[in-house]
């Protein structure tokens, strides 16, 4: 099957972007000391990558005995170099789809723009387009590493266009294959054939692109044939990731620790990963510390759509940052962090306040967010040489600019990424040591003729989204039976007038 950019050219063009060792002069290094269990700030500090590894971190007045041959030197003064941001929630197949949902609810997506009412909507082609640009839109935001719940598994062609999308971006994509009945010609069963062929057929392999499966009816009442069948697909082909969405309480799809415990795979070496995970019980957190398996906190998804996450703060060992829905709102990580600690701040905050009292301490620190967005999805991957800067991990690099006005007089390094930058101030990005992101720019020749070639899917996606004649449920709510109730809606403008106004669509 032939898709817009073939594989071979673009590996070829990934080893010409790829030096193989790069020496990074004089920078501020966010690393990682694995016997601390802890960041390190080095200052004025170099950094050696080789291949696709980093093979030494020098502090101020040290470096390398012996460089290999061919090294390039680049100077990184003002710098600061971390680790590449980790996104534990993506489904990057909705690209195309940008501004469309601006104001939906979680009872508008789904039935409006999620994996069901998209199904027969998309071709292959607009799924590689849409695949492909969302990676490049993480990697120019310093997002290095993405499990994508792929539900855009409506049919063989489908499936594998955003499979090789990922691997022709050379972003570290976990591709989760969704098994999902969206279709009565292309359920389950052909679902997990599928995956099996994929699998034995391997066309990720030596490439950054792992597979795992996505599977959202873990909860009674399921189907325990199709249940098993996926836990036995994961197992035969030791899959890298399993994910699932977890929306409790209300919304009633479970999905919890609890269910997966049930079933015997949470306690595997197998990493899960429970996104959203609203409504978390603390049996289920102490599950998931038991078992040391993790949850995606996907903060501005969990706000937009009003699914929210009432107890996830008590549950930050076990936890990781995601993205969900980019077309909805920004795609990278930084943000999230940010937005995650502050609200967390506000949370605890009040907590004191509401008892008359006045915190004395800020409950969340600006380490606590920079962990959250790099180390803690390498952990929820059970990869310890991912979201680090170490001896040995890969090579997944950001440097900052420290001079931008945003950044211009910084003093603690973790402090002015997580607090003061923007995806703006992102120099360089590198993944497997191989640039992706250099002097501001993505590194792919071909990019202008993908984009191209997006805007012209993304334009007919949105006419046929937008004049889809979706009737929005008022009664109750299909997963859970309760009803659907009206919130109070927020207004700017005075009166008895509707100030809630439109969104602004040309198709």
Do not use: C
């Not at 294959?177 to 030596?206: K, M, P, V």
């Not at 967005?373 to 890969?394: F, H, P, Q, S, W």
């Not at 360089?428 to 040591?433: Q, R």
């Amino acid at each position: 099957m032939m898709w817009p950019l073939q594989l071979p050219a673009l590996l070829a063009l990934g080893k010409l972007a790829a030096a193989a060792s790069t020496l990074f002069l004089s920078g501020t290094i966010i690393a990682f000391d694995h016997d601390a269990d802890g960041l390190e700030v080095i200052r004025d500090g170099s950094l050696l990558v080789t291949d696709d590894r980093i093979t030494g971190v020098y502090s101020k007045g040290s470096s390398p005995d012996k460089l290999p041959s061919g090294t390039e030197t680049v100077d990184v003064s003002g710098k600061i170099i971390t680790p590449g941001f980790i996104d534990t929630h993506r489904h990057l197949w909705q690209t195309g789809l940008k501004t469309l949902g601006s104001n939906t609810s979680l009872v508008e997506y789904l039935h409006h723009y999620g994996s069901y009412p998209a199904t027969g909507l998309l071709t292959a082609e607009d799924v590689y387009l849409g695949q492909l640009t969302g990676i490049y839109e993480s990697l120019a935001g310093g997002v290095t590493t993405i499990l994508d719940h792929a539900h855009h598994t409506w049919s063989r062609d489908t499936a594998e266009a955003g499979l090789q999308a990922a691997v022709d971006s050379g972003a570290r994509i976990f591709w989760a294959y969704a098994i999902q009945n969206t279709s009565a010609s292309f359920g389950s069963t052909e679902q997990l054939q599928h995956i099996r062929d994929i699998a034995l057929n391997g066309s990720f392999r030596g490439t950054p692109t792992e597979l795992g499966i996505a599977y959202d009816s873990w909860s009674p009442p399921n189907d325990p044939g199709e249940v098993n069948a996926v836990i036995s697909t994961a197992k035969e082909f030791n899959v890298s990731v399993i994910t699932t969405h977890s929306l409790a309480g209300p919304w009633g799809a479970v999905n919890s620790p609890e269910d997966l415990h049930a079933l015997q795979i949470l306690n595997t070496s197998t990493p899960i990963v429970i996104s959203h995970a609203s409504f978390l019980s603390a049996t289920g957190a102490q599950l998931l510390r038991a078992t040391n398996q993790f949850i995606s906190i996907t903060p501005e998804s969990e706000a937009h759509y009003g699914h929210t996450h009432p107890y996830n703060h008590l549950i930050q060992d076990q936890a990781a940052l995601g993205i969900d829905t980019h077309f909805t709102y920004s795609g990278d990580i930084l943000f999230q962090a940010r937005f995650w600690l502050q609200k967390t701040r506000l949370l605890l905050s009040e907590e004191i306040l509401n008892r008359w009292q006045v915190p004395r301490l800020n409950p969340m620190s600006v380490v606590q967010a920079f962990l959250l967005a790099t180390r803690n999805g390498g952990l929820a991957l059970r990869r310890n040489d991912l979201g680090v800067i170490a001896v040995g991990a890969k090579a997944d690099l950001v440097v900052w600019d420290g001079t931008s006005p945003a950044m211009l007089g910084w003093n603690d390094p973790v402090a002015a990424v997580i607090l003061h930058a923007s995806v703006g101030d992102i120099e360089h990005v590198l993944v497997d040591g191989a640039w992706k992101k250099r002097d501001g720019k993505i590194v792919e020749p071909k990019y202008p003729e993908i984009q191209h070639k997006f805007l012209k899917s993304a334009k007919r996606l949105q006419k046929v989204f937008t004049e889809l004649d979706i009737e929005i449920p008022s009664g109750p709510w299909s997963y859970s039976g309760l009803p659907i109730a009206e919130p109070l809606q927020a207004d700017v403008l005075r009166g008895d007038g509707d100030g809630y106004g439109n969104k602004f669509l040309q198709v």
